[in-house]
């Protein structure tokens, strides 16, 4: 079993900033992808960014590219998301996801693993 925690969210200013931060505990050797989706009330996870854990490649959402970027700490067991520049559209309850297939994928439900959420409001 692998654990997720986020923590990070909050309110902010449209052009504003924010990071996430999950910490995995648990069977986290046996994770290959870990990533970010969200989730606005009344519709299904939103892909946002994925990083593989054997090379560190990343994958973004084209809504996202070039304002968030996805890392990982291995040391520490945790994964990051920088948001920059952010739009209202960005507010959604932020979640991660890690997958223990060896295969890349964009959908939620190929993810075993999730953390509880944190909400992200970006609001003037």
């Known amino acids: 079993q692998v654990q997720l925690v986020e923590s990070g969210g909050g309110v902010v200013q449209p052009g504003g900033s924010l990071r996430l931060s999950c910490a995995a505990s648990?069977?986290?050797?046996?994770?290959?992808?870990m990533g970010w989706f969200r989730q606005a009330p009344g519709k299904e996870h939103e892909f946002v960014a994925i990083?593989?854990?054997?090379?560190?490649?990343?994958y973004y959402a084209d809504s996202v590219k070039g304002r968030f970027t996805i890392s990982r700490d291995h040391a520490k067991n945790t994964l990051y998301l920088q948001m920059n520049s952010l739009k209202p559209e960005d507010t959604s309850v932020y979640y991660c996801?890690?997958?223990?297939?060896?295969?890349?994928?964009?959908?939620?439900?190929?993810?075993?693993?999730w953390g509880q959420g944190t909400q992200v409001t970006v609001s003037s």
């Open positions: 990083i593989r854990s054997l090379d560190g490649s990343t």
């Open positions: 996801a890690a997958n223990s297939g060896n295969y890349y994928s964009r959908r939620g439900l190929d993810y075993d693993y």
């Open positions: 648990g069977r986290t050797f046996n994770i290959y992808y």
